[in-house]
């Protein structure tokens, strides 16, 4: 079981990256009258489904246009894992199922560069984005000796490229092919990663 001392610390972490979320919001409507468009929202996801593993994610964000083509962005990420592995013991004819479920929450900083920013054609809408995710997992994991609680931090660091069609002047659909570049412990990513958003 987890401590009180490890809830309250779990509680003022997702206190800190709402509040920071929050914060970036108002800036993002206080810098609203400066261009064209400052800002853009998003709310994207992923799901990722296997024979051994699952994981579905859910991350919104905000991004501000700081420089010509470029946006930096915040979001908060929340992300369920679970696997299982066979294991074999001396006697293959013996195994073992261990099961592994954990849930995620924390947060990604990310750049997104527009290259071919008022191009013609589909390209005026395909992008680069790089980003950094911290993620804090609380978990359970089962085998034949019993059931164990656990906590984990892990860290990651994307690339990939994009496409953004826009529905109106308001509202987009994207899409996004991310690739890890780091082996990270309890990563609950494989390559590639594909993310699906609706921007506003």
Known sequence: MHSFAENILFMNRLLKAIAAFIALCISGLLLSAQSKKPIFYSISGSVD???FQNRIELTPS???RA???TYFGLGISASYYSSENTVYKAN?????IIDDDIWYLG???FARYLPFE???GIVNNCFLQTSFETLYGRGKYKDE???YQYKTNTYTLFTGIGYKQPINDKHAIGLLLNFKLNNAKDSPYR???IRVSFEF
Do not use: Y
């Open 191 to 193: 390559n590639p990663i």
């Open 118 to 120: 008022n191009k013609d």
């Open 107 to 109: 947060g990604e900083l």
């Open 67 to 69: 420089l010509p083509k």
């Open 92 to 96: 293959i004819t013996q195994q073992s």
């Open 49 to 51: 489904f296997g024979r």
């Open 62 to 64: 905000i991004a501000i």
């Open 145 to 147: 000796s019993g059931q």
